[in-house]
């Protein structure tokens, strides 16, 4: 909470606005969302980690069509120009 409270006050010095950062770490984290959704995926499949609670027929297609139109996403967020 210390680090947070100092953080803040060191951006708000430097004249760095603290809605165009939460702006540009939400894009951050849009465009790293899908690489992370296809780790997870490949994990939640193998059956030497999860044994028998590695991912169904439904989940596994669920999972890969999220991972997708978030790649979509990201795709469309850097092509209209990262919506800065």
Known sequence: M??????GTVLT???IS????L???ALI???AA???L???MLISKDRELMGEHRNGRLARTLGWLTMGLM???AIALLAGGAGL
């Not at 210390?2 to 953080?7: E, K, L, Q, R």
């Not at 603290?18 to 950062?21: D, G, R, T």
């Open 2 to 7: 210390v680090a947070g409270t100092a953080g």
């Open 13 to 15: 010095l430097a004249g």
């Open 18 to 21: 603290a809605m165009k950062l």
């Open 38 to 40: 296809v780790v997870v």
């Open 34 to 36: 899908a690489p992370f």
């Open 23 to 25: 702006v540009v770490v």
């Open 29 to 31: 984290n849009g465009l």
């Open 71 to 73: 790649a979509l996403a």
